[in-house]
């Protein structure tokens, strides 16, 4: 059974940096193929998808985030970390990690979601 | 501004049959395969159809996707009470270095 779950602050200052951590298993990201995203989701807006790591730590960022953003992995926790740097409130969102899987040339969208977590920018 | 367009809204009666449409680009719909989401407010995007036209165990065959070229499809026949949500298409875009894309999402309302 493939269960992902988010967990960080739920409430950070503007200028700051958040870390985000997805926990995942059912799966293992060193399996050929596989891959965790992270999407958010401002409240009452559409998904934006932001970030993505394979199983051999190739990464892929939203083009208009890509100077602000880093994914990494740790393999033996099954853990994926997402950073953000310099929070403004408009990055208030529900954050998700989900998995996604590579087939040949393509990437697929996720299949699994974790729950989200929901983080406000404020001061 | 999505990179994939879907229509803001639709709306049907119980029974009837519903369809939202989404459309790309050749970077992002040539080769990819399209994936579909139910989203009900509060919860996490559900998997709805998967590689264009293919159901996951469980989700029922009242819902049915389809793409041809730079656009993709999903229908929902026999419309019931309960489908009212919000519907996102997705799939990979190949274009630079290649990220992820999602429409900009259907609220389907059921009369």
């Known amino acids: 059974q493939v269960t992902l779950r988010e967990s960080g602050p739920a409430l950070v200052k503007p200028t700051q940096t958040l870390t985000l951590t997805c926990t995942f298993s059912g799966f293992s990201l060193s399996s050929s193929g596989m891959c965790v995203s992270w999407i958010r989701q401002p409240p009452g807006k559409a998904l934006e998808w932001l970030a993505l790591i394979d199983w051999d730590d190739d990464k892929y960022y939203n083009t208009s985030l890509k100077t602000r953003l880093t994914i990494s992995k740790d393999t033996s926790k099954n853990q994926v970390v997402l950073t953000l740097t310099n929070m403004d409130p408009v990055d208030t969102a529900t954050y998700y990690c989900?998995?996604?899987?590579?087939?040949?040339?393509?990437?697929?969208?996720?299949?699994?979601w974790g729950q989200g977590t929901l983080v406000t920018v404020s001061s | 501004q999505s990179v994939l367009t879907q229509p803001p809204s639709a709306s049907g009666t119980p029974g009837q049959r519903v369809t939202i449409s989404c459309s790309g680009s050749?970077?992002?719909?040539?080769?990819?395969?399209v994936y579909w989401y139910q989203q009900f407010p509060g919860t996490a995007p559900k998997l709805l159809i998967y590689?264009?036209?293919q159901r996951p165990s469980g989700v029922p065959d009242r819902f049915s996707g389809s793409k041809s070229g730079t656009s993709a499809s999903l229908a929902i026949s026999g419309l019931r009470s309960e489908d009212e949500a919000d519907y996102y298409c997705?799939?990979?875009?190949?274009?630079?270095?290649?990220?992820?894309?999602f429409g900009g999402g259907t609220k389907l309302t059921v009369l």
């Open positions: 989900a998995r996604m899987q590579r087939y040949g040339d393509y990437i697929n969208p996720p299949d699994y």
């Open positions: 997705a799939t990979w875009d190949d274009s630079l270095s290649g990220q992820g894309v």
């Open positions: 050749s970077s992002n719909f040539v080769g990819s395969f």
């Open positions: 590689r264009n036209d």
